[in-house]
Nanobody, 129 residues
Framework: QVDLVESGGGSVQAGGSLRLSCGAS???????MGWFRQAPGKEREGVAS????????CYADYVKGRFTISRDATQNTVFLHMNNLKPEDAGRYYC???????????????????????WGQGTQVTVSS
């Protein structure tokens, strides 16, 4: 069990930016880290993922060009930089971590909630129009 703690959520106007952080209790050189979001009454959906071995990233189509996932390996922290936020980006954002694996997987697999083992409690993002 790995503890994940998200922070950085808040309220912004459409077009604004936020940076979310996810601190992990342990590091990992061959794990996938993912960001997900869930709006009220909707399914949890994948936003972005990052493979810590080589830094390869994957993004859902609805955030490409606006969101960036990155990491600080020395701090066991993953970030989600969100720019040009839209009202439809609002929701609770969750960080997730997969168990170590030693091969890269197809992008879309890494955006599925079922792929991940450990989850944080989430941080709320509100975007007003």
């Amino acid at each position: 069990q790995v503890d994940l703690v998200e922070s950085g959520g808040g309220s912004v106007q459409a077009g604004g930016s936020l940076r979310l952080s996810c601190g992990a209790s342990v590091g990992g050189s061959h794990v996938y880290m993912g960001w997900f979001r869930q709006a009220p009454g909707k399914e949890r959906e994948g936003v972005a993922s990052l493979y810590t071995f080589d830094g390869v990233t994957c993004y859902a189509d609805y955030v490409k060009g606006r969101f960036t996932i990155s990491r600080d390996a020395t701090q066991n922290t993953v970030f989600l930089h969100m720019n040009n936020l839209k009202p439809e980006d609002a929701g609770r954002y969750y960080c997730a971590r997969d168990a170590p694996r030693y091969s890269r997987l197809p992008c879309q697999n890494t955006l599925m909630p079922s792929f991940y083992d450990d989850w944080g409690q989430g941080t709320q993002v509100t975007v007003s129009s």
